[in-house]
């Protein structure tokens, strides 16, 4: 139990800190909202779909920073790029096949759908996590459809709060989304896709998205793009991704994204 002065150090710094994280804005000459970041802003990146196409994975895995990688569980090359990524540095995670909306969006091996029940969710969970080595944490591929029911998400986290060492992102393909939810509830640390950088594939328009992210970025104080293995995405990314140091923003991990987002709630939830 932390005593009188103790308690009062513990507020104060708290108080700071959250201070330190808010973005000061004043309309600009167009009034819109420009914002200031009073401190570094922090962006994580995952890079989906891997596991079918090496050499597109080793562009990936080259890449600036701590770009996680997210293989699809049950692919060719799974394995080997699972390893490659976490001898260079790479937070590796399960991209993790839901059932989508769209009965044309297949999903592939391992996937989770409606009718699985729940002894059939934990076993392919545990055989998906068993194909890609050295996996960190878990995103959903697709699932448009089954992220919006609790009780299917709340298995789901369950097997995740079971290991104990895995965190979630929501890919947050559809806005009825209940998987970061469960996840809060039970305990996983977790957060949720900002951007997707190239539904479009062009240069332009992965562009615009990634300035999106730069600018959710400085008004929140920290923000997650996915991407995939495009060519003209990691064109884009291995010539921008160097530069964002000097802008003051810090490529960081998805992981430590996670953990700083769950530290965060955790000082909010005692306080209150």
């Known amino acids: 139990m932390i005593g009188g002065s103790g308690a ?45 196409v090496s050499r597109l994975a080793d562009r990936v895995i080259a890449l600036t920073g701590p770009v996680a990688c997210a293989i699809l569980p049950h692919t060719p090359y799974a394995g080997s790029i699972a390893r490659q990524a976490h001898a260079a540095g790479k937070e590796v995670m399960l991209h993790l096949p839901l059932q989508a909306v769209a009965e044309y969006e297949a999903t592939g091996l391992g996937t989770i759908k409606i009718d699985t029940t729940q002894a059939q969710l934990l076993r392919i969970f545990k055989s ?25 998400m709340n298995w789901l986290m369950g097997a995740l709060k079971s290991r104990g060492d895995l965190f979630f992102v929501d890919s947050y393909t559809s806005e009825a989304s209940v998987a970061l939810q469960m996840a809060r509830e039970h305990g996983v640390p977790s957060t949720r896709r900002d951007v997707f950088l190239d539904n479009v594939q062009t240069r332009t328009a992965i562009d615009k998205e990634f300035q999106r992210l730069k600018q959710l ?47 965060a709630i955790n000082v909010e939830l005692a306080q209150n």
């Open 8 to 52: 009062n150090r513990f507020y104060l710094g708290t108080c700071i800190l959250l201070v330190a994280r808010i973005c000061w804005s004043e309309p600009g000459s167009d009034g819109a909202i420009a914002t200031i970041p009073l401190d570094r802003v922090r962006i994580a990146v995952i890079i989906d779909d891997l596991g079918h």
């Open 128 to 152: 998906n996590i068993a194909s890609v080595p050295h996996v960190v944490g878990v995103n959903n591929h697709m699932g448009s459809l089954l992220t919006q029911h609790p009780g299917h």
């Open 217 to 263: 970025a400085r008004k929140r104080g920290s923000a997650v793009a996915i991407g995939h293995p495009y060519p003209v995405t990691l064109s884009y990314l291995e010539s921008t991704l160097p530069g964002l140091a000097s802008e003051g923003i810090d490529l960081v991990s998805i992981g430590d994204l996670v953990r700083e987002k769950r530290n």
